[in-house]
């Protein structure tokens, strides 16, 4: 089992975090924002309960932009290193996106899907072990069923 909280920062270590309770799922997205705004791929965030989260140090900056789907979304960075911690829904929908490469600890991370795979980098393999949606899912219920299943964390 992972101990909570789960807890992660900045490159720089201007900004730190803590989540307090399990996070919902944690697949990969292969939308052209993740693309622009990380550099690489695919991002592979968490999703976690919006009251559980909250930064212990530091105040995260915030841009605004619209996603793939068309929705307004927010991410908040470090204005010092300029390092994406979490997104979220405009106006917040109860969940945050914590980007996993900022946690403290990885080991536990294994994406149960991947998103947007209509846009992803044609040499990613996509793998018959994980879900696949061609754009944004309508029901996470299977997401969230296969991350529950995995047992990383108490229910
Ligand atoms: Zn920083
Ligand atoms: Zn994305």
Redesign the pocket.
């Known amino acids: 089992m992972v101990a909570l909280p789960l807890v992660g920062g900045c490159q720089c270590g201007r900004l730190r975090y803590a989540i307090t309770q399990p996070p919902l799922m944690v697949y990969n997205?292969?939308?052209t924002?993740?693309q622009a705004i990380g550099g690489g791929a695919?991002?592979t965030p968490a999703t976690v309960l919006e009251a559980s989260f909250a930064f212990t140090q530091g105040e995260p900056r915030t841009f605004e932009w619209t996603?793939?789907a068309g929705n307004r979304r927010f991410g908040w960075f470090c204005g010092d290193c300029g390092n994406r911690i979490a997104h979220g829904q405009i106006p917040v929908a109860g969940f945050l996106s914590v980007r996993c490469g900022t946690l403290d600890d990885t080991s536990w991370v294994e994406p149960v899907g991947d998103?947007?795979t209509r846009s992803k980098q044609p040499w990613f393999p996509l793998s018959d072990d994980r879900l696949r949606c061609e754009q944004q899912p309508t029901d996470y219920a299977p997401f969230i069923e296969r991350f529950r299943a995995q047992g990383r964390f108490p229910n």
């Open positions: 997205c292969h939308c924002n993740c695919f991002s996603s793939d998103i947007w």
